[in-house]
């Protein structure tokens, strides 16, 4: 529940930070991401569930979605492919 909540309050930070910050400087960028199930000792628990990569190649794609990201993008939630996911 706690897991839950932090990230429902992370969510709310980034949708604020994002309007916040376009006030003052229209080129900000500010996102979520999800990058898929990363193996990690936070997923091990689900990892039979889910097709799962290691960390160094999600951090890898997320690199590759950070330097498509532009300030239209400000506000949004994106997966690894950036393909956008409803807040
Ligand atoms: N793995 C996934 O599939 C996945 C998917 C989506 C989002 N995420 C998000 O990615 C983030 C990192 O997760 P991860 O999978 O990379 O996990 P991880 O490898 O297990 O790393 C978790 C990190 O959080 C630190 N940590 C844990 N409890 C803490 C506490 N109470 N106070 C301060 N630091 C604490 C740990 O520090 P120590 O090493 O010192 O213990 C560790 O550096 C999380 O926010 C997670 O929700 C992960």
């Given amino acids: 529940m706690s897991y839950r909540a932090s990230k429902a309050a992370l969510n709310?930070?980034?949708r604020t930070a994002s309007i916040e910050l376009r006030?003052?400087?229209k080129q900000s960028v500010?996102?979520?991401l999800h990058?898929?199930?990363?193996?990690?000792?936070l997923s091990?628990?689900?990892l039979n569930r889910h097709p799962s990569i290691p960390a160094e190649a999600a951090a890898t794609?997320?690199?590759e979605v950070v330097r498509?990201?532009?300030p239209e993008h400000?506000?949004?939630f994106y997966d690894y492919a950036m393909g956008p996911l409803p807040w």
């Fill in 68 to 70: 498509a990201l532009r």
């Fill in 35 to 41: 990058p898929g199930t990363v193996a990690t000792a």
């Fill in 44 to 46: 091990e628990k689900y």
């Fill in 74 to 76: 400000s506000g949004g």
């Fill in 61 to 63: 794609r997320l690199l």
């Fill in 30 to 32: 500010v996102v979520a």
């Fill in 12 to 14: 709310q930070i980034v």
């Fill in 23 to 25: 006030r003052r400087n």
